[in-house]
């Protein structure tokens, strides 16, 4: 099983001392928590796209490249990637160069982002977002599996004899999770591509995670790609830790009353039943992590949103901390015990270059052959 | 049995909505029996959910109990709507609700629209406020929506008395619910639509 963070870089007042982080302080930051992600022991780092203020969450593969050259291990992925309004061309290009500068430690989440604005900003329309999700994907996925591409849809100017560059690393494209918090449509997508799909779980009571990863894995299993119970789930996670939990509360308290999305709302206490969010003690998040199997089934990647809601890159830090020392360990050990061995651990990139068969060059190095669609050394997969 | 959920918005305890909320329900359910059927009320007092819908408009979800409240608005097969006159309009907090439902869960709903106020000079924001809202909602409103004046609860004029026009409004009321086939709501999770046809459409 796979753990990590996931961030929306947001840019927020700390409530406690009225203190901004300037851009530029929450850009660093932000590879700092990365690095000390990979150092406490966390399998990936995963970094949400927004186009807007009070977001530094822009160009997402830039940050994900520079991050990626000062580490050594971790998976870099993202916690939405907009195939809604992002040029499926632009995305097969820019994950395929980061995966070929990380040595494969990429993979993607797809989602359709929340700010209207966006769309209109991007010359689309947010009545058509779904329709958007799943024509752009389905030409991203062509473009990383079929070196020559002719295509036409209804969103983007027609491709003719085009070749998406650089190729997949190995012959391999990156994994790719789709996210959705509402959409039945999206859990249907994911399980038609045999691709991994990501409950965000944070905001929503855990009733609703459970429908969509129960619509996602039958689907798995009608497209033929397993069993449902070896469909590959994702989930959020949002906790707070101290060694003692009214510590925590206490601490937590004014960041949760103030946050941007649910900030002036429900109580802390009402929201962490309702939610799975967890502030307490590292053991109190161990227990109520172990817990999320029992609605979703045994699942491969757990994420969790540790820097948010103005908190201090020192408190996130120390956060990583406990998390990486305290409470991942334990959590490894607990679901390893729990998992069947029919149920695969979440695909990596040497996974999916074995299955392929091993690493080929796939390197176009003259115009694609249009009549047949292949260069030379052909994608199969 | 035909439930009848009753969505009233006053905020006096007792609120004079509620009383009006009451006499409609008390003339649909002796209209349904006049023709053999019987309602089953459950009554939504908004002023007890206050709260919970601030928190739904913030976060996106019901808390446990609203979402309780909501499908027993959702599910019934007709629904009385009741809102005091806050400056010329339905108030704040009946037209929150109505906003954290989700989209169509009143698609042909039977309903009966009431309103309370000072004088019966507001009586008008039921047809230019309440009843272009539940057009949106697609809801099948009856064509008699009531208005009830502090001075209704005290006058018994013949023929225009406020029980005489909650009669009519419950009879048509119950004559809408037993004309409507009853469907059970469609669940996209249930059915969801084969992908081949999303990437076609």
Known sequence: MQFGIFTVGDVTTDPTTGTTPTEHERIKATVAIARKAEEVGLDVFATGEHHNPPFIASAPTTTLAYIGALTERIILSTSTTLITTTDPVLIAEDYAKLQHLTDGRVDLMMGRGNTGPVYPWFGKDIRDGINLAIENYHLLHRLWREDVVDWEGKFRTPLQGYTSTPRPLDGVPPFVWHGSIRSPEIAEQAAYYGDGFFANHIFWPASHTERMINLYRQRFEHYGHGSADQAIVGLGGQVFMRKNSQDAVNEFRPYFDNAPVYGHGPSLEDFTSQTPLTVGSPQQVIERTLGFREYVGDYQRQLFLMDHAGLPLKTVLEQLDILGEKVVPVLRKEFAAFKPAHVPEAPTHASRVAEAGGPRDTTVHAAGDDVTGRSPAAVTR | ?201
């Open chain 2, 1 to 201: 049995m035909t439930r009848v959920a009753v969505v009233t918005a006053g905020l006096g305890q007792p609120s004079s909505s509620r009383l009006l909320a009451d006499r409609l329900s008390d003339a649909t359910d002796r209209a349904l029996r006049l023709q053999g059927e019987r309602a089953e009320v459950t009554v939504v007092e908004l002023r007890d959910f206050a709260h919970e819908i601030t928190d739904h408009l913030l976060t996106g979800f019901a808390p446990p109990r609203l979402a309780e409240a909501i499908e027993a608005v959702t599910s019934a097969d007709a629904v009385i709507a009741v809102s005091p006159v806050f400056s010329a309009s339905y108030s704040g907090l009946f037209k929150s609700f109505f906003d954290v439902l989700d989209d169509g869960v009143l698609d042909a709903k039977p309903v009966l629209l009431g309103a309370t106020g000072g004088t019966a000079r507001h009586s008008l924001a039921l047809e230019f406020a309440l009843r272009p809202l539940f057009a949106y909602l697609r809801a099948s409103v009856t064509p008699t929506a009531v208005f009830a004046a502090s001075e209704d609860f005290g006058t018994a004029g013949a023929g225009t008395s406020l029980s005489t026009r909650a009669d009519r409004a419950g009879r048509e009321l119950a004559d809408l619910v037993l004309q409507r086939p009853r469907t059970a709501p469609t669940d996209p999770f249930d059915n969801p639509t084969p992908f081949e046809q999303l990437l076609g459409s």
